[in-house]
C-alpha cells in the first residue's frame, strides 16, 4: 500500500507541477491576453488564402460549411474555397455542385484515400500563399481568417490555430465536451506563449504554403494526420502561434460509442506518432514542448491507468470492510456521523483537493475568455467530475492498441 501512495504522489506532484506552469504563464501574460483580445485586423496585412474542405458523406453540412467560408468578413479576391469529395457514397457531390459556379469555389472528385490524401490533393491546386482546411462538419465565425492574419504579420510564425468550440451541445456527453473545449481555448493560449502548442488541430489551422515544402505535405499518420505535421513542426523548431479570437464551431459525438471511436483514434495517433517522434522528448533543443508540454501529455494519459486502479481499489476495499463489518456486527442502522479529526487529511488529499481548486480556476477563466464573462456553468461541474469516469476506456483502449501495434479504422 505505501508504494501505491508513493506512486500516487508522485502522479499528483507532476499533475500539480504542470498546473502551476499554466497559471504562471497565464500570470505572466494576463494583460496581453486582454489586449490581445481586441486586436483585429485593419484589412492592411491580409494575405491570399487557400482553404480545403475535405468530403466524405457529408451531405447535411457541407453546404453550411461552405456557405460559412462565403460570409468570411475577407475580401473574395483574396480567398478561395478548394472542396474536395473523398469518393462520397451519398449526395455529397450533388450539394458541392450548387457552388460549381461561385467564383470563390472550386469543386474537386476523387477516388477515396483518406483524409490527408484529399489535403495533400488540395495544397497542389491551391494558389494562397497561406493554406488551411476547415472539416465539413464544421463552419467558422466571421471574422476568424482575419483575426489569424494579425499573427502571421510576423514573418517568422509558420503557422496559427484557432479556438473550437462545441456547436449547440444538447445532451450530457457533449456539455461536457463543452467545458473540455473551452479549457482547451485558454490551454492552447497558453501553450502558445510559451512557444509550446501541443497540436494544430485540423479545423481552420492556417500554415504558409512554404511550410509543405519544408516539411513536406502531410502523411497518413496513424489517421492523426494533425499531430504528426505538428512534430515536424517542432523538429524544425518552427514558430507555431495560437488565434484565441479565431472561432471554429464543430459538432462533437452525441453517444458514448462515438465519442469513444473519435478518442481512440486522437489517443492511438498520440501515441503511435510521439514513439514515431520520440527523440523530441525531453530535448532541450525543442524548448517547453520539448521539455514539458509533450511529456507532460504522454504522462497524463498513462495516469489515467492510475486514476483507474485507485477508483477500483477504493470500492474493493470499501465493500470488503461492509463485508466484514456485517459479518461481525450485522446490518445496524444508525445516524451518520462526521466528526473532522477522523476525516483523511494526507498529501494525497491535499494535493488533489488543490489540484482541484486550480482546476477549476482555469476553466472559469477559460470561460471568460471564450464567452467574455465570468459564468458557473453546470457543464464544469459535468466535466471536473463525471468525464474522469469515462475518459479511462478510450485511453486504456488506446494504449494496449498502441503497445501491441494493432491497427485502428477512421471509421
Known amino acids: 500500500m505505501k508504494s501505491i501512495e508513493a506512486i500516487n504522489l508522485v502522479f499528483l506532484f507532476i499533475s ?22 481586441a486586436l483585429l485586423s485593419d484589412g492592411s496585412n491580409l494575405i491570399y488564402t487557400t482553404v480545403i474542405v475535405p468530403c466524405f458523406n457529408e451531405q447535411k453540412t457541407v ?20 472542396v474536395v469529395d473523398d469518393g462520397s457514397t451519398d449526395n455529397t457531390w450533388d450539394e458541392m455542385k450548387k457552388y460549381e459556379k461561385n467564383p470563390q469555389v472550386r ?12 489535403l ?12 488551411g482546411c476547415l472539416d465539413a462538419d464544421s463552419f467558422v465565425d466571421k471574422y476568424a481568417l482575419k483575426n489569424m492574419m494579425v499573427y502571421f504579420m510576423d514573418t517568422k510564425t509558420m503557422a496559427v490555430t484557432p479556438s473550437i468550440k462545441v456547436y449547440n451541445p444538447k445532451n450530457l456527453l457533449q456539455r461536457m465536451q463543452w467545458s473540455e473545449y473551452t479549457l482547451g481555448i485558454l490551454i492552447a493560449k497558453l501553450f502558445s506563449y510559451a512557444d509550446a502548442i501541443l497540436v494544430v488541430p485540423g479545423p481552420f489551422s492556417m500554415f504558409r504554403k512554404d511550410v509543405f515544402k519544408m516539411v513536406g505535405n502531410y502523411e497518413k499518420a496513424h489517421h492523426t494526420e494533425d499531430m504528426e505535421i505538428t512534430l515536424r513542426l517542432h523538429q524544425k523548431n518552427m514558430q507555431i502561434k495560437n488565434s484565441h479570437k479565431s472561432y471554429v ?17 486522437w489517443n492511438f495517433g498520440f501515441i503511435k506518432n510521439t514513439i514515431d517522434y520520440k527523440e523530441i522528448l525531453f530535448n532541450k533543443k525543442h524548448g517547453n514542448y520539448g521539455m514539458l508540454v509533450l511529456p507532460f501529455s504522454l504522462i497524463m494519459m498513462f495516469s489515467t491507468l492510475l486514476i483507474l486502479f485507485n477508483a477500483i481499489n477504493l470500492i474493493i476495499v470499501y465493500l470488503y470492510r461492509l463485508f466484514v463489518k456485517i459479518s461481525v456486527v450485522g446490518i445496524a442502522f444508525k445516524p451518520a456521523t462526521v466528526d473532522m479529526f477522523f476525516m483523511n487529511s494526507g498529501a494525497s488529499l491535499m494535493i488533489g483537493l488543490l489540484l482541484l481548486l486550480i482546476s477549476f480556476f482555469l476553466i472559469i477563466t477559460a470561460v471568460k475568455i471564450s464567452t467574455g464573462k465570468i459564468t ?3 457543464e464544469i461541474f459535468y466535466f471536473m467530475f463525471l468525464y474522469g469516469l469515462i475518459s479511462p476506456i478510450w485511453v486504456i483502449s488506446a494504449i494496449y492498441k498502441a503497445l501491441l501495434s494493432k491497427q485502428i479504422k477512421w471509421r
Do not use: M, W
Not at 25 to 37: D, V
Not at 109 to 116: A, D, L, M, R, V
Not at 249 to 265: A, E, F, H, N
Open 63 to 82: 453546404s453550411k460549411t461552405i456557405e460559412s467560408l462565403l460570409d468570411l468578413d475577407y475580401p473574395k479576391d483574396k480567398l478561395e474555397i478548394l
Open 120 to 131: 495533400n490533393f488540395g495544397i497542389e491546386k491551391a494558389n494562397g500563399e497561406i493554406i
Open 107 to 118: 469543386i474537386y472528385k476523387k477516388t477515396n484515400g483518406g483524409k490527408h490524401t484529399v
Open 376 to 378: 458557473i456553468k453546470r
Open 16 to 37: 500539480l507541477y504542470f498546473e502551476v506552469f499554466l497559471l504562471i504563464i497565464y500570470i505572466k501574460h494576463k494583460n496581453e491576453l486582454e489586449t490581445e483580445s
Open 249 to 265: 464551431y464543430t459538432t462533437t459525438p452525441d453517444t458514448i460509442k462515438s465519442l469513444y471511436k473519435q478518442r481512440l483514434r
